[in-house]
């Protein structure tokens, strides 16, 4: 019998005000309780959650545990550009935080249904990037589907 599996890998970019590359971070998230019970609604139930456009960066740097529902500080929220080709195994999830916005220490990020509030779906806790006034961070989610054995 083959099982179902989700892998979700995280890039973030950071800019200077040129568009100068800073940093990128790879890595892998974890997915909450919340984010299960969100697979589980929106497959199942007659009655859909909103869709997780939004992703949120934060500078809280506490290990993920399966009961969280927001992030420890968050720093700001946005709305995210999902995309996905028929026919593949995978989607993005990409939110730009320009000039301005969630500026200071990034150190946690996650996807939310909502732009306050909501539903949390994953956590990922990175190293430390500090985003000044003028820098541009990328946040990009990819969520890969695959049968393993």
């Known amino acids: 019998m083959k099982k179902f599996g989700v892998r979700i890998v995280f890039k973030g970019e950071l ?3 040129n568009m ?3 940093s990128v971070t790879y890595k892998h998230n974890t997915i909450v309780n919340g984010g299960y019970d ?3 609604e929106a497959l199942g139930s007659s009655t859909r959650p909103a869709a997780m456009e939004y992703i949120g960066i934060g ?5 993920n545990t399966m009961t969280m529902t927001q992030l420890v500080t968050q720093l700001a929220r ?3 550009t999902y995309s996905h080709t028929d026919g593949t195994k995978f989607f993005t999830l990409k939110a730009s935080f320009g000039p301005g916005t969630g500026t200071g220490t ?4 996650a996807m939310f249904n909502a732009l ?3 539903t949390m779906f994953d956590r990922v806790v990175i190293g430390v990037v500090t985003k000044e006034a003028g820098d541009t961070y990328n946040a990009t989610f990819q969520f890969a589907f695959e049968e393993v054995e």
């Open 15 to 17: 800019f200077d005000e």
């Open 20 to 22: 100068n590359l800073k």
């Open 38 to 40: 969100f697979i589980c």
């Open 59 to 63: 500078s809280g740097s506490t290990a």
């Open 78 to 80: 946005v709305k995210g």
């Open 106 to 109: 990034i150190r946690e990020l």
């Open 116 to 118: 306050s509030g909501g």
